[in-house]
């Protein structure tokens, strides 16, 4: 069998290809369009990193021993990146590209969410009935204390139900039948926790939300969300069953044994699809990408179109930590420096901050034969994708050392929020006061906390040194705003610059209940 090194490596889907043309029976389809914010000087600057993104998926493909992957860059709506490397069939020697379909694995169960929300959104269910409402067959479950509450749909969504962590045997269900799910769930099922208390993944918990969104709708949970939210995204390709496939398109499977590759049995689609079990190709998912990048920021803009399969509101919701899981302090970066981080599960997505206050939301994948991974930094409008057909290749460690890469190279600031009306009002009132004060108690802008927490002899003091060391002020700066009633400013001086810091009130209007000036270096 040949090394990875001597196989192909393949670029495609640069920057803003357009789609191949559909047929023509599925061309009336309306498919949502999320809108573009790319700002082509960001995306110049991240085009230098493409080169170092390509080299470093191939070493950790020929390091690993992948058979094939593909990758995905989305930047601002937008897949600008792509490429495929080695094969999907090793033994017809079918190269991977962005178009090639892979089984996606646990990457499936944020799909499942969203047509949980959307059922919550349409007033069919609520996140916080008991799943036996749904799932007769799990009345009768034998809860591990006797004080413990009913098992939620929403516990299922954050795996926070109580059952023990499946990977390796829920892997293996993935074909049962809704007969075997059933019977499993009568028969009754082992908990290692009583609901809402503990972070504990369950393929089962996702495969019981299957058979709720079949019974919610009267349709499979496959053809829910199929039609509710592929074909609405225009992911027209992603499919449920491996034998409905292109045969040249069909990513294999394969375990790397003794010095070889070795082909895994692809299971068909069951009752546990829902938890694992989607099929589908870089172009095809970097459209499920793009709609959870739309979603930031929150805006006024139309939401809710018939083409979206849920509300910009309800896409962030699945992004937040709902279940705390856990804190890595000895977790290191791309680099090798230390850079703690915490993690939650959302609902159907693993949320994660780092040290250096950097957000990523995201799903891994894993099945025997295949490995997968795709997460977005919302905060910098940046996603990345990438499967691999070897079983449970480790996708997750590639895509953190390009991210690291792209944020470094490409210098990606974070998105910047629009500044708030009262905040850029209040902003312009206080400069017209500074540096004695004069007035301030009359002006109408401060809270009733103001003055009695510092008076304005002691501040105006402590903003006259300030400006005495700054010297004359040459430039007042934009508002970097933290929220809508938040932020600060900097006063730029011939000597030195002040940083100015204020809060609002809850009152309307809002008013100034903090202010801190500080001394800061330039530039």
Known sequence: MKHLFALPFLIAGTIYAQSPKRPASVQAITTYQPPVFTDPDRLARLQAAFPIVEKLYRERAEKYHYPGMAFGIVLDGKLVYSGGYGYTDVAKKIPATPKSLFKIASMTKSLTAMAILKLRDEGKLRLDDPAEQYIPEFKNHRYITADAPRITVRNLMTHSAGFPEDNPWGDRQLADTDADLLNLLKGGVSTANAPGIVYEYSNLGFAMLGRIIAVVSGKSYEQYITESILKPLGMLDTQWEYDRVPADRLAHGYRWKDGTWVEEELLH????????????????????????QAAWPPRSDADATPAMPVKRSSVREMQQ??????????????????????????????????????????????????????????????????????????????????VDTLLSIGKLPPRQLPVSPILAQRKAELVKLLPDFANAERSGIFAENFFPDNSVETRRKVVQDLYAKAGTIKRVGEMIPENQLRGHFVLEGERANIDVFFTLTPENPALIQQLDFREIGRN
């Open 321 to 402: 930590p709902w279940t705390f899981a856990g804190l890595n302090a000895q977790a290191r970066n791309s680099a090798g420096q230390l850079c703690p981080t915490t993690g939650g599960y959302g609902y159907g997505l693993r949320w994660n901050k780092n040290c250096a206050g950097i957000v990523d939301v995201g799903h891994s994948g894993g099945l025997p034969g295949f490995g997968s991974q795709w997460r977005i930094l919302p905060e910098y409008g940046l996603g990345v994708i990438a499967f691999a057909n070897l079983t449970y290749a480790g996708m997750g460690a590639a895509n953190s050392v390009v």
């Open 269 to 292: 689609d069951g009752s546990w699809g829902a938890m694992g079990g989607l099929i589908t190709s870089i172009d095809d998912f970097s459209k499920y990408v793009d709609f959870h």
